[in-house]
C-alpha cells in the first residue's frame, strides 16, 4: 500500500515537497515513480528512482527543478519540487514496480504495479 501526501497550494516560483509511504518489508525491492496527471490530460511520469543505487530518470519539463529520493530504512520515497509553475498543477501520484533490475527506473505508466491514491498539488499565478 503507498499512501502520498504533501499536495497542497503554492504560488508560481515556490517548492513543495511530497512524500509516498509504503508498508510492507520489501520496499528495496521496487523501483519508485511519481506521476501526474492534469485534468484532460493523460498520466504522465514526472520522475523514477531505481531499486537501490539511485539512479534516476526525469521529464524534461521537470529536469533542474524536481528531485526524487528515497529512504529505504524509512519505505518512503519523495519528492522535491522547486520553482513551481502553473503547468504543475496536477494530481500527483507515486508507483512502485517490483523490478528485478537494480539498476533500471521505469518510466512507462504500464511498468508499476501498485499505485497511491494521489495528492493535489496546485500551483497559482
Known amino acids: 500500500q503507498l499512501q502520498a501526501s504533501g499536495g497542497g497550494l503554492v504560488q508560481a516560483g515556490g517548492s513543495l515537497g511530497l512524500s509516498c509511504a509504503a508498508s510492507?518489508?520489501?520496499?528495496?525491492?521496487?523501483?519508485m515513480g511519481w506521476f501526474r496527471q492534469a485534468p484532460g490530460k493523460a498520466r504522465e511520469i514526472v520522475a523514477a528512482?531505481?531499486?537501490?543505487?539511485?539512479?534516476?530518470y526525469y521529464a524534461d519539463s521537470v529536469k533542474g527543478r524536481f528531485t526524487i529520493s528515497r529512504d529505504n530504512a524509512k519505505n518512503t520515497v519523495y519528492l522535491q519540487m522547486n520553482s513551481l509553475k502553473t503547468e504543475d498543477t496536477a494530481v500527483y501520484y507515486c508507483?512502485?514496480?517490483?523490478?528485478?533490475?537494480?539498476?533500471?527506473?521505469?518510466?512507462?505508466?504500464?511498468?508499476?504495479?501498485?499505485w497511491g491514491q494521489g495528492t493535489q498539488v496546485t500551483v497559482s499565478s
Open positions: 528512482i531505481s531499486r537501490s543505487d539511485g539512479r534516476t
Open positions: 510492507g518489508r520489501t520496499f528495496s525491492s521496487y523501483a
Open positions: 508507483a512502485a514496480d517490483i523490478s528485478h533490475n537494480v539498476y533500471y527506473t521505469p518510466y512507462r505508466t504500464y511498468e508499476y504495479d501498485y
